[in-house]
T-cell receptor, first 111, second 109 residues
Framework: EAAVTQSPRSKVAVTGGKVTLSCHQTNNHDYMYWYRQDTGHGLRLIHY???????EKGDIPDGYKASRPSQENFSLILELASLSQTAVYFC??????????FGPGTRLTVL | EQQVQQSPASLVLQEGENAELQCSFSIFTNQVQWFYQRPGGRLVSLLYNPSGTKQSGRLTSTTVIKERRSSLHISSSQITDSGTYLC???????????FGAGTKLTVKP
């Protein structure tokens, strides 16, 4: 059974709308991450968390918020979705170090 | 600043040829991992290699910390090896990993 799951798997949103992407892990890992992937850019770090109820900004946090209500769950929130936020979003969990376990990704299209 | 640089950006091989992928870092690190991704797919960990040489099947990774680089060698490439290979590094155990842009590998019959 997949240890990191994401929902929804794909979503079409309207510009200015609110979008929430969810991630759930059963690895019992303390660390969780949100990345976005665009062609030619690899993965870029948006937000991450070391412990429940605490989040940290990554390299491209503008326009995104994160929430970690429990060790298992980590959400990414786009309060006012924009065209430039069309991308594939990946969640990952980690026991620490560079070792990471990824979810299947969410394809977000903002129109 | 792009902390992780990968080369080449793309590589096309005939089945059976070897591939050499490179990753360089803007800082010293002993936390290096290689990942594989099919188009539109999940990232799968290939090798964790903080230093020296590590092998897994047809994959061999060599990381030279003092030169801030890591390489991934794929021997006897197969069509199913096609996809994108990404390397990631972190400064220490508590630092969030950063990724390179990836090398897109295409293996032709």
């Amino acid at each position: 059974e997949a240890a990191v799951t994401q929902s929804p798997r794909s979503k079409v949103a309207v510009t200015g709308g609110k979008v929430t992407l969810s991630c759930h892990q059963t690895n019992n890992h303390d660390y969780m991450y949100w990345y976005r992937q665009d062609t030619g850019h690899g993965l870029r770090l948006i937000h991450y968390s070391y412990v429940a109820d605490s989040t940290e900004k990554g390299d491209i946090p503008d326009g995104y918020k994160a929430s970690r209500p429990s060790q298992e769950n980590f959400s990414l929130i786009l309060e006012l979705a924009s065209l430039s936020q069309t991308a594939v979003y990946f969640c990952a969990s980690s026991p620490g170090r560079v070792e990471q376990y990824f979810g299947p990704g969410t394809r977000l299209t903002v129109l | 600043e792009q902390q992780v640089q990968q080369s080449p950006a793309s590589l096309v091989l005939q089945e059976g040829e070897n591939a050499e992928l490179q990753c360089s870092f803007s800082i010293f690190t002993n936390q290096v991992q290689w990942f594989y991704q099919r188009p539109g797919g999940r990232l799968v960990s290939l090798l964790y290699n903080p230093s020296g040489t590590k092998q897994s099947g047809r994959l061999t990774s060599t990381t030279v910390i003092k030169e801030r680089r890591s390489s991934l060698h794929i021997s006897s490439s197969q069509i199913t090896d096609s996809g994108t290979y990404l390397c990631a590094m972190s400064r220490n155990n508590n630092n969030a990993p950063r990724f390179g842009a990836g090398t897109k590998l295409t293996v032709k019959p």
